[in-house]
Nanobody
Framework: QVQLVESGGGLVQPGGSLRLSCAASGSISSINPMGWYRQAPGKEREFVAR???????NYADSVKDRFTIGRENAKNTVFLQMNSLKPEDTAVYYC???????????WGKGTLVTVSS
């Protein structure tokens, strides 16, 4: 089965940086569109960043000048480099993968990012 595992979440002070990673495995294409979403308590899950199979990236306006999504040097593994973190960035961050082989979306269990002094 398809598995997505996020890592790298934790506690960081405002203005600090954090790097998340998502590793996907299972019966999937070698290169899939992947992305990050986040959900804060009491709020809807929102789009953060996405990278297409060919490398094209998209960002939410709220993070475009601070976050960077890219591919690690591994199969179906992406990172989210988060700089200049703000308290409002506090949320559970979820990795998403669209498997082009079965046309389905898959989600990781999430990793918590807390930005606080």
């Amino acid at each position: 089965q398809v598995q997505l595992v996020e890592s790298g979440g934790g506690l960081v002070q405002p203005g600090g940086s954090l790097r998340l990673s998502c590793a996907a495995s299972g019966s999937i294409s070698s290169i899939n569109p992947m992305g990050w979403y986040r959900q804060a308590p009491g709020k809807e899950r929102e789009f953060v960043a996405r990278i297409a199979g060919g490398g094209t990236t998209n960002y939410a306006d709220s993070v475009k000048d601070r976050f960077t999504i890219g591919r690690e040097n591994a199969k179906n593994t992406v990172f989210l480099q988060m700089n200049s973190l703000k308290p409002e960035d506090t949320a559970v961050y979820y990795c998403n993968l669209f498997n082009i082989w079965d046309g389905k979306n898959y989600w990781g269990k999430g990793t918590l990012v807390t930005v606080s002094s």
